[in-house]
């Protein structure tokens, strides 16, 4: 940081301004804690001491606090807390000599710790410790969050004042000692801690507390949208009648309600944390309550005031006020009075530097009037942006909501006001229609209000409307980020001068050689791509042969051709065509020179010199078509090709090597002369030369210089040469891999971005690149290489279909002469190619090494200055550059790979782990600047008595396998707390070094190229865009590198690129509401380390812990920006099964977010507009994928309803009441977003930036036909099912997806077990739902917009029920689907217990399926069983509907179903019984009681057909009544699992589980067997899915089919 800038001649001491400048970043945090608790700084420097000197101490001092810190590093104002009373020691040791707080002397003996490991044991030991009994109470995740403390609910003890309070060191271990070893029901609620601050409890009431706001606007605007569509004329001019006017001023009576409810949800959700808050907190929160609950009476009493027929109350009111009603509304009044503090809030908005100032002032005034706006918090004060970018997210969201309000007042309110409303009269209205004829018995025949209906009717549109935001979302981030991106992708174009360009050439040139190196480009693509390192030698820039292909013999076939006699047309023509007048002038002047080169007589020189001054003369006065014959150009290029290939030729003969030289050279001179120059034959006679006869040839051209041939340099200069007279036709394709091409062209494209300058490199930030591991492959072994699957296929031979160029250019490369490959080496470079095409650690370690080898190159040039221009990187360097080169790049580039397992796979029996520890340790040898973290447990005796300790070690390679550089001792197993990634990462984040961090995990990459802009991203971090903080993480693009092969993995591809691009540059600016998502984004890691880390890290509410280390900078004033002219590489999982638990995992995260006090503080911190960015790009989306969900079943439930009870054909027999058409149309905005096509929005925008439009509309339509519709529907089902539970039960829980090539056919059973309870019974639920209102309803069953509704939702339920097996490899082969069937009844067969897995057994299958109702409250169950009342439906509607019920309402028809259904069970119970107790030892008696049954069952149908009238349409209606009862009482049992097991019961319900199961599974089984009849259907699907691979021409069916000829 000091030596940035300066000269390292003179340099010989500190700067200042640099301690000063370090001070200032770590300890500013510090400082704001101490100004937010009112307390003195500690880091004060007294008068007359060393400034400097005292600076340095206080920093040493919290970073060796912060080192030894270890899972404490996640509290940062415990941190704060610590340094403040070890500085203050400090300075009684250097200064006072006397303790501040009890006034002792500070003896000598106090000065110096008794023993190293003192402040480990007395101040971290004991927090830490607090921390882990707290995270036993977890249960492993399972307990609820309000019955333990994570590590905010610790950290944050220490924002309040109390903590100083506390007796130094002991005071910590006092405070926090009261706690449960194990579970909290142990510990008495009077004595176990509470929750500081916030209670993250579990609860859908949460989206409502944390977004308030945004409810509040969305429900007032469609309260005043639909008053104002109930007017007379329906049109929005209706507002300025004074009568509507009034109706629409009860809007702020809904917000009073609203606001009362927010305030009963602060008290009831803060309930746990009450007795940590303070008393001003407490009696805010019942302040708000008591204000909100006066407004929500006062209002609603002052308007009915306003209204005629008021009630005695109202008059009573309005007596007492009459003086004010004389000048006006006393309603009017009360809107006012309420409405200042939002109009003062408004103003605010306007003035984002004075609220900032507010919320951060610690002036009693001041914070006296911040304390009713919002409470007092440590985060999340002053997150106000500049008032430009206001402007620009506050214009984005008033044109969106302009849009989205419009379009819901059109589309969806207005249609349905016309039904809804009388139209003859008042007793015509859907509210006051009568139904005589129920087709079912109604409970209530004579309300006058039909509340039914119109929930059924209204019910669809309002969750449309709570939706459909996210969808207006979708369509102006799309357009503001298109335009945004095409901004920024034009930049300027910046002209290269050539001084720059000899500079650049060393850096493309080790960019090709680097994809050569990894097999992505031939030796012959690397030959056309390489540029000279030198552009000196001739006048016009050299650019890669492959740009200038096929020019030579082009210009040559012109200029014979070329007719006219004027030059300047010809020349017109040449330099038409950039490309090739640099082709034309680059071969004449490097031919020149080479032949110069080879002459050594000074004659022939001469003669050459005069040719080419001719030619330069003649193309000057415009006489070279006159003095040159054109037409014998081409037989020149024949001569000179065959010379440039000698000169390039091996030889073992000197003298006939030379004499072939001679002889071709002389005949091109003879062709020059005498065939090509007008007036040769004057050259010859002035230097006496006589070539005709051939006895005189040897007279000229016969003294060459052989030995030049041997020069790299010139050689290289006529490899160039040949090339562009030999390769005739255009490399347009050069290179031909697809992947080398899109990293060439984004790799250039990007250096016309609008991208800072980059410094030198020993100015540059250093920074870290930290990556966590944990298991995952390093290297593959050879045994996996070459182990086959179930179909006969290996890793290595899959590969080699998949990548057929690579695999060819692998083979040259490893059989080259000149390389030497023994065969143990072929072996191990095999390894190495194909672990290089997976997600393996080694891939990632070689991708960010490229880091260190881009440093020194750059390096090297810089201190290589000009001369640089005139050789090769590679044949430059020397021993003693090559150090000082190496020791830099050490310096500004640290990579630590936190293997935190490293220990316990070395100790392991495993041979996998075994060879995962030796692969790591070969990786540090191969690269020497690897730095590997590891957790060491060792025993030690401590008096006599065995202890484990941990350690934190840090490990290099050297000349032994590893060395040891650092130890760290632990308080503890640092990884027993909290989520596993974040405490990986936590404890190797004390050995990175730098300014800057870079996060890559374990399935990412680098790429050559990319690194060495590092540099000018890294000045990224020292601008301040108009005049703001800094920022505090970079976001960078991405580049998704497993989108090649299958159709899904190109559809993960392009959805993660478009959110890596996009989307992300829109959240970035304008709407400035980026985080941190995993990716690999680069942190200001002083910032972050003295914040509580790059992650958070609490168990379960922190599963997704890298968004939460976004929004935690954020909340502590952080500045998130996005970057896209560098990019790293990323891998996704590319199987059906692996991609749904990457979004199980995904929806669960954001489950979880719902609940945390990140959310909740952002959402009430931000101002309103960028709250509404954060909500729709956050837990919004799930929201609104479950909102779109819930609005199928709304419609489908209020349609059954109106359907059966008759209620439908009573309103189509009314003709003044036509609602159906215009609750369908409004559903079409539904169904669009249903069918994911807005997922594909930003792909196709972003594909269109990046390749053309026309592209883009070519891969939509692709996309279409390869049924992305139907993945991202089936993905659609996916988020709602995990983020819902989530919410509801919790089971939120880390899901290991392998990252594993994935062309393997999945078992039934498999799928089976993923998808059963998210997709396919919720899709048969759906059938049923459709195929009775099919079948009762009576409807527009004619119109278009009838059948697109109807259609989307058939097609939903496809895809939900099929979706696995379409996009399953072979799922359609008939022998596949066999052995399916086998596989699934063995395990349905399959008994369960401890210890049998649930991939063997059904029966723990299921058991682990309820695993979340087991830890779930009670209100999480009784809402479960609440939804589950729904399902009950289904019986009472259909047994009225009955021809045996001879259309009987009497209540008595649905008891006698009852009867029926509980008769059923219990036959089918007895049957049970009775064959598991008796069918071994009294079979004859089984088949008698069988029989009896049977004959039983017989008799009774007889006579319910012949007497009752039963028909076989009843029996099949029975059965879908019946069905979903039987599934309702099966879901309650499970619910309430204890009880039934406690009253025996425990059993049937298993039984009855079991048969539901076969059910679905004998469904599903039928349509896919049916389909696997026909072999056409299995060829389809693999064309389908592997559509990328059939236009590259791989071998895709050889893989599936498992043939390897």
Same mark, same amino acid.
């Given at each position: ?26 300890? %500013? ?9 009112c307390?003195? =700084? *500690? ?8 400034? =400097? ?8 001092l919290?970073?060796l ?18 340094f ?10 250097l200064? #006072? *000599? ?5 006034g002792?002397?500070y ?10 490991e003192k402040?480990l044991? !007395?101040?971290? !030991? ?15 995740g ?33 405070e ?39 409810w ?9 949208m ?16 004074e ?17 009362l409810?927010?305030a ?26 008591a ?12 308007y ?6 008021s ?11 009459e003086?004010?009603?004389?000048q006006?509304?006393?309603y009017?009044?009360a ?17 984002p ?38 402007l ?8 969106l ?19 809804s409303?009388?139209i003859i ?5 859907i ?5 005589? *004829? ?7 025949? *004579? ?13 669809p ?8 935001t ?6 102006f ?13 034009l930049?300027?174009d910046k ?24 097999d ?8 056309l791509?390489?540029?000279p ?15 200038l292909a096929? +020019? ?34 680059e ?15 000074e004659?022939?020189?001469n003669?050459? /010199?005069?040719i ?12 070279f078509l006159?003095e ?10 024949e ?77 290289e200069?006529?490899?160039?040469l ?6 005739k ?5 050069v ?5 080398a ?17 980059a ?17 995952e ?5 050879v ?34 002469? %000149? ?7 072929k ?6 190619w194909?672990?290089?095409?997976g ?8 991708g ?30 020397s ?10 790049g050490? @310096? ?5 790979v ?28 191969m690269?020497?600047?690897l ?39 632990l ?5 027993d707390i909290?989520? #596993? ?55 960078? /693009?991405e ?14 591809s ?17 709407l400035?509401?980026?985080?941190h ?52 590489? %990323?891998?996704?999982?590319v ?5 749904s ?28 507009? /960028? ?15 479950m ?17 059966m ?17 215009a609750?369908e ?8 977003f ?28 692709v @996309? ?11 993905q ?21 997806t392998?990252?594993?090539?994935v ?36 409807s ?35 022998? +596949? ?12 067969g ?9 991939d ?11 695993e ?7 209100r999480?169950r ?12 289904y019986?009472? #509607? ?9 259309r ?26 009775? /064959? ?21 069952f ?27 009862t ?24 298993k ?21 696997s ?10 064309r ?22």
């Amino acid at each position: 940081m000091d030596v940035r800038k300066r000269d390292l001649v003179v340099y010989t001491q500190l700067r200042s301004s640099t301690v000063q400048k370090l001070m200032d970043k770590i300890f %500013k945090n510090y400082w704001s804690w101490c100004k937010y608790l009112c307390c003195e =700084q *500690n880091t004060r420097i007294p008068q007359g001491s060393h400034k =400097q000197q005292l600076q340095l101490i206080y920093i040493g001092l919290y970073l060796l606090i912060w080192g030894e810190a270890s899972n404490i590093r996640f509290m940062p104002e415990c941190i704060c807390y610590i340094f403040h009373k070890m500085a203050e020691d400090v300075n009684g040791i250097l200064f #006072g *000599n006397v303790h501040p707080v009890t006034g002792d002397t500070y003896h000598r003996s106090q000065m110096a710790a008794p023993d190293e490991e003192k402040f480990l044991r !007395t101040v971290i !030991t004991p927090i830490y410790q607090v921390l882990r009994k707290e995270a036993k109470r977890n249960n492993g995740g399972k307990a609820s969050h309000s019955r333990w403390r994570n590590y905010d609910d610790l950290n944050e003890y220490f924002w309040s004042s109390k903590c100083l309070s506390l007796k130094w060191p002991t005071g910590l271990k006092e405070e926090f000692s009261v706690h449960s070893d194990v579970m909290p029901n142990k510990v008495p609620a009077s004595k176990s801690k509470p929750k500081t601050n916030f209670v993250e409890a579990r609860t859908f009431w949460h989206l409502y507390r944390s977004f308030d706001r945004m409810w509040i606007f969305f429900i007032m605007a469609f309260q005043a949208m639909v008053i104002v569509a109930w007017a007379p004329d329906g049109s929005p001019a209706a507002l300025f009648d004074e009568d509507v006017f009034r109706s629409v001023l009860t809007i702020f009576i809904t917000q009073a309600f609203l606001n009362l409810l927010q305030a009963a949800l602060d008290i009831a959700l803060s309930f746990n944390a009450w007795r940590s808050l303070k008393f001003t907190q407490i009696l805010r929160y019942l302040l708000k309550f008591a204000v909100a609950a006066v407004w929500a009476a006062i209002l609603p009493i002052c308007y009915a005031s306003s209204v005629q027929n008021s009630t005695r109350l109202v008059k009573f009111f309005s007596n007492l006020t009459e003086s004010w009603q004389s000048q006006g509304s006393l309603y009017n009044y009360a809107v006012a009075i309420y409405l200042m503090p939002n109009i003062l809030a408004a103003l605010l908005f306007f003035l984002p530097q004075f609220k900032r100032i507010m919320e951060r002032s610690s002036s009693h005034i001041v914070t006296l009037f911040m304390w009713w706006a919002q409470p007092k918090l440590y985060v999340g004060r002053g997150l106000h942006e500049g008032m430009s970018q206001l402007l620009k997210y506050t214009l984005f969201w008033i044109l969106l909501l302009i849009c989205k309000l419009a379009f819901s007042y059109y589309v969806e309110i207005l249609p349905l006001i016309g039904p809804s409303k009388s139209i003859i009269g008042p007793s015509k209205s859907i509210m006051k229609l009568h139904v005589d *004829n129920y087709e079912w018995h109604e409970f209530f025949p *004579n309300v006058t209000h039909n509340i039914g209906v119109v929930i059924a009717i209204w019910a669809p549109i309002v969750l449309v409307y709570i939706m459909d935001t996210q969808i207006w979302y979708s369509i102006f981030s799309t357009l503001f980020g298109g335009i945004h991106g095409a901004l920024s992708h034009l930049g300027e174009d910046k002209a290269m001068e050539r001084r720059n360009f000899a500079s650049f050439s060393h850096v493309w040139n080790e960019f090709i050689e680097s994809m050569r190196a990894e097999d992505l480009i031939s030796n012959e693509d690397r030959d056309l791509l390489l540029v000279p390192y030198s552009s000196n030698d001739v006048s016009v820039v050299q650019w890669p042969p492959f740009l200038l292909a096929g +020019k030579i013999p082009i210009a040559l076939d012109m200029a014979k051709d070329f007719k006219e006699k004027e030059d300047t047309d010809l020349f017109k023509k040449i330099k038409k065509d950039y490309y090739m007048r640099s082709a034309v002038v680059e071969c004449y002047e490097t031919l020149r020179e080479i032949i110069y080169g080879l002459l050594e007589d000074e004659t022939d020189r001469n003669i050459v /010199r005069q040719i080419c001054y001719d030619v330069d003369i003649f193309i000057q006065q415009h006489k070279f078509l006159n003095e040159f014959r054109m037409n014998r150009m081409p037989s020149l290029g024949e001569k000179l090709e065959k010379f440039l290939k000698l000169l390039l030729s091996e030889y073992d003969a000197v003298d006939v090597y030379k004499s072939q030289i001679i002889n071709v050279l002389q005949d091109i001179m003879e062709i020059i002369l005498q065939d090509i120059m007008v007036n040769g034959f004057k050259i010859l006679e002035r230097y006496h030369v006589q070539i005709q006869s051939n006895y005189k040839k040897e007279q000229r051209f016969e003294r060459l210089n052989i030995a030049l041939t041997q020069n790299k340099s010139w050689r290289e200069k006529v490899v160039r040469l040949h090339l562009l007279f030999t390769v005739k036709e255009s490399a347009i394709n050069v290179p031909t891999n697809l992947d080398a091409r899109r990293r060439i062209t984004f790799f250039t494209n990007s250096l016309f971005m609008n991208i800072p300058s980059a410094p030198k490199v020993r100015d540059m930030i250093s920074f870290s690149v930290l990556t966590p591991y944990y298991r995952e492959d390093v290297l593959y072994s050879v045994d996996e290489l070459y182990k086959e699957n179930e179909d006969g296929i290996s890793t290595l031979f899959y590969l080699q279909k998949i990548y057929p160029d690579e695999w060819m250019n692998f083979q040259k490369r490893i059989n080259d002469p %000149k390389l030497n490959y023994s065969d143990d080496d072929k072996k191990e470079a095999t390894r190495h190619w194909v672990s290089y095409r997976g997600q393996t650690l080694s891939r990632t370690v070689r991708g960010m090494m490229y880091y260190k080898h881009a440093l020194e190159l750059q390096c090297f040039l810089e201190s290589a200055g000009d001369y640089a221009s005139f050789g090769g990187y590679r044949t430059m360097e020397s021993s003693q550059g090559n150090e000082r080169v190496q020791a830099l790049g050490d @310096m500004k580039f640290t990579y630590v790979v936190s293997c935190q397992l490293l220990g316990a796979l070395k100790t392991s029996n495993d041979p996998r782990d075994r060879r995962h520890y030796n692969d790591i340790l070969n990786l540090m040898i191969m690269y020497p600047s690897l730095r590997v973290a590891y957790i060491d447990e060792r025993e030690e005796f401590v008096n006599g008595r065995s202890h484990i300790f941990y350690y934190s070690v840090l490990l290099k390679g050297g000349n032994s396998y590893n060395t040891e550089i650092y130890r760290i001792k632990l308080p503890g197993p640092p990884t027993d707390i909290g989520e #596993g990634k974040p405490e990986n990462q936590n404890h190797a984040i004390v050995f990175t070094r730098g300014e800057a961090l870079q996060t890559i995990d374990m399935n990412q990459d680098n790429y050559f190229e990319e690194a060495f802009k590092m540099r000018n991203v890294l000045e990224e971090f020292l601008k301040s865009p108009s005049g703001q903080r800094e920022p505090t993480i970079l976001g960078l /693009r991405e580049h998704i590198f497993t989108g090649s092969v299958s159709s899904l993995a190109w559809f993960m591809s392009n959805q993660e690129t478009s959110f890596v691009t996009i989307s992300q540059r829109i959240l970035a600016n304008p709407l400035r509401v980026r985080f941190h998502y995993g990716h690999s984004d680069i942190f200001d890691r002083i910032f972050h380390i003295t914040r509580g880390g790059i992650s958070k890290a609490s168990k379960t509410i922190n599963l997704s812990e890298d968004v939460f280390a976004g929004m935690n900078s954020t909340l502590r004033g952080g500045y998130i920006t996005h970057h896209e002219y560098i990019q790293v590489g %990323k891998g996704r999982d590319v199987g059906m099964n692996q991609i749904s638990l990457v979004e199980a995992k995904v929806a669960n995260g954001n489950g979880e977010q719902t609940l945390s006090r990140d959310v909740y503080r952002l959402g009430h911190r931000l101002d309103f507009f /960028r709250m509404l960015s954060f909500y729709f790009t956050t837990v919004g989306f799930y929201l609104s994928s479950m909102v779109t969900v819930l609005t199928v079943y709304m419609f489908l439930y209020g349609r059954f309803y109106m359907v059966m009870s008759g209620l439908e054909r009573e309103i189509l027999e009314n003709l003044s009441i036509h609602q159906s058409k215009a609750l369908e149309q409004a559903l079409v905005t539904q169904s669009v977003f249903q069918l994911g096509l807005l997922l594909v929005l930003p792909m196709v925008m972003e594909i269109g930036l990046e390749k053309g439009f026309c592209s883009a509309l070519g891969d939509f339509i692709v @996309m279409q036909l390869q049924l992305a519709s139907v993945f991202f529907t089936f993905q659609l089902g996916t988020k709602v099912h995990y983020f819902g539970r989530t919410i509801l039960h919790g089971d939120s829980k880390f899901r290991a997806t392998g990252r594993e090539f994935v062309v393997f056919h999945a078992k039934f059973s498999e799928n089976y077990r993923l998808y059963s309870r998210s997709h396919f019974v919720k899709g048969l639920e759906l059938v049923i739902l459709l195929v009775l209102y099919q079948i009762y309803g009576h409807s527009y069953r004619s119109s278009n917009l009838y059948l697109f509704i109807t259609s989307s939702l058939w097609f939903l339920v496809g895809s939900w029920l099929f979706g696995p097996f379409v996009f399953n490899p072979s799922g359609f082969d008939w022998q +596949k689907t066999v052995d399916d069937w086998t596989d699934w009844k063995r395990w349905m067969g399959n008994r369960g217990g401890i210890g049998m897995h649930p991939d063997r057994s059904w029966e723990s299958w299921w058991d682990g399926e309820q695993e979340h109702l087991k830890f779930s409250n009670i209100r999480g169950r009784i809402l479960e069983i609440i939804l589950v009342l729904r399902f009950f439906i289904y019986q009472y #509607g259909i047994v009225y509907h009955l021809d045996i019920a001879h259309r009987s309402k009497n209540i008595l028809v649905y008891g006698l179903s009852w009867l029926v259904l509980v008769t059923t069970l219990l036959v089918l119970k007895m049957v049970s019984v009775g /064959r598991r107790r008796f069918g071994t030892n009294f079979q004859l008696m089984c088949t008698i009681l069988k029989a009896l049954i049977f004959l039983g069952f017989m008799s009774v149908m007889t006579d319910l057909f012949v007497i009752c009238s039963l028909t076989i349409s009843d029996l099949f209606a029975t059965v879908l009544a019946f069905l979903p009862t039987g599934w309702a009482l099966l879901l309650i049992g499970q619910v309430c699992r204890p009880l039934f097991k406690a009253i025996g019961f425990w059993d049937p319900i298993k039984e009855l589980a079991k048969a539901y199961e076969y059910i679905i599974g004998f469904l599903l089984f039928a349509a896919i067997a049916i389909l696997s009849w026909f072999p056409f259907v299995s060829e389809f699907q693999t064309r389908l899915l592997f559509n990328q691979a059939f236009s590259r021409g791989l071998q895709i069916s050889m893989i599936l089919s498992g043939r390897k000829d």
